[in-house]
């Protein structure tokens, strides 16, 4: 059990770096990721709301689908 868990650490720390590594790079490329239609943003004088409802959903289904590929192999 001990070494499933390391296992799991090591990816989830991979991918940490490799999300950071494309902000990073490509921020200004990703200007769309969090301002997407369905996303609520409220900006006012001295108020500021962000809720990214389609945003949340889309990396809940890209993390779904990438592990259950890491489940099968």
Same mark, same amino acid.
């Given at each position: 059990?001990?070494?499933?868990? +390391? /296992? ?7 991918? =940490? =770096?490799?999300? +950071? ?7 200004? #490329?990703?200007?769309?990721?969090? &301002?997407? *239609? +369905?996303?609520? &943003?409220?900006? /006012?004088?001295?108020? &500021?709301?962000?809720? *990214? ?11 779904? =689908?990438?592990?259950?590929?890491? &489940? #099968?192999?």
């Amino acid at each position: 059990m001990n070494q499933q868990l +390391g /296992k799991y650490i090591i990816i989830g720390g991979i991918a =940490v =770096v490799v999300v +950071g590594i494309l902000i990073y790079f490509f921020h200004n #490329k990703l200007h769309w990721f969090g &301002r997407l *239609p +369905g996303d609520i &943003r409220v900006e /006012k004088e001295n108020f &500021r709301f962000y809720f *990214p409802i389609t945003t949340m959903i889309i990396i809940s289904i890209i993390l779904s =689908v990438l592990f259950r590929l890491f &489940r #099968k192999m």
